[in-house]
């Protein structure tokens, strides 16, 4: 895709797409020239594909392409340099072709229309332009409710400011009434009701924040990984299986009593063996 650029102002330019691309000083062209030499409807382009075609709607000798004039229609090419009133545009193709702004700070910006009306269309901005009724304005706008000197805006070390001219209706940033104000790209920009989306380079706003690195929780020591090991196993309950503690202890009581009953049985069978020797040894006439 080409573009036609001012080669003073690159924020003076428009894109070579549409079927028809219209340059003049009405604010209802494509690209609007704001110079007493430039009539309100002096040229047009013809799109189709990748073919250009200038036209001269402005008269003989008011249109000249490098350096030589254009009576009524002629092709037009990449690099051509079309002189329209005391302006110099050229055909550029933007992906190897870079511009510096006016101001120096390489940077543009651009009013894009929402009002049905004229929805889409880019309105570019200089380092300052001037937005109202009259034809004396940068930004021209046959309106009855615009005043003829409604607003400027302003470029000032690559940030734009919007200030109202004592307008009737107002100047609204983001529906809010400003006599003076920063405007940042994505803002809503309003002149009564005729309302812009503002296209312009990128704030701090828009970009993106870097999150600080988050530390990881540390491993916790091995004596609450062994509690809470302890804390997870089974514990006995009541009518539960005895533990090795408690059966050990009754067995031992066990074999104390088991014990203890032996002696008094193997006492008993040495009285009766006494008892019966002693009866025998009487019988026998020993005793």
Not at 79 to 92: S, T, Y
Not at 200 to 207: L, S, T, V, W
Request: proline letters at 5%; hydrophobic letters at 40%.
């Amino acid at each position: 895709m080409f573009k036609l650029c001012d080669l003073k102002d690159a924020s003076q330019s428009v894109w070579l797409v549409a079927p028809k691309v219209t340059i003049g000083r009405a604010g209802s062209c494509d690209l609007t020239i704001a110079d007493d030499a430039v009539a309100k409807l002096h040229a047009e382009v013809a799109v189709e594909d990748d073919q250009l075609t200038l036209h001269n709607l402005a008269g003989a000798g008011l249109v000249a392409v490098n350096g030589q004039p254009v009576e009524g229609s002629c092709p037009l090419q990449l690099g051509d340099q079309v002189k329209i009133g005391g302006r110099i545009l050229a055909v550029l193709d933007p992906k190897v072709t870079k511009l510096k702004a006016s101001a120096g700070s390489g940077v543009s910006w651009a009013l894009r229309a929402n009002h049905p009306a004229i929805a889409g269309r880019v309105f570019p901005v200089r380092e300052t332009s001037v937005v109202g009724r009259s034809d004396e304005c940068d930004i021209t706008f046959s309106l009855s409710h615009l005043s003829r000197r409604h607003a400027r805006l302003e470029v000032r070390e690559g940030l734009l400011f919007v200030i109202d001219l004592g307008s009737a209706n107002g100047t609204y940033l983001n529906n809010r009434r400003v006599v003076e104000s920063r405007v940042r790209r994505g803002d809503e920009l309003r002149f009564d009701t005729l309302s812009f989306s503002v296209v312009g380079p990128a704030d701090d706003r828009d970009k993106t924040t870097v999150r600080p690195a988050v530390s990881l929780p540390q491993d916790k020591p091995a004596t609450a990984d062994a509690a809470r090991a302890a804390a997870a196993r089974p514990q006995p309950v009541s009518g539960s299986e005895p533990t090795r503690e408690r059966r050990r202890y009754e067995g031992d009581s066990a074999l104390a009593e088991g014990g203890g009953s032996g002696w008094i049985w193997v006492g008993g069978l040495l009285l009766t063996a006494a008892a019966v020797g002693y009866f025998w040894a009487h019988n026998q006439g020993l005793i």
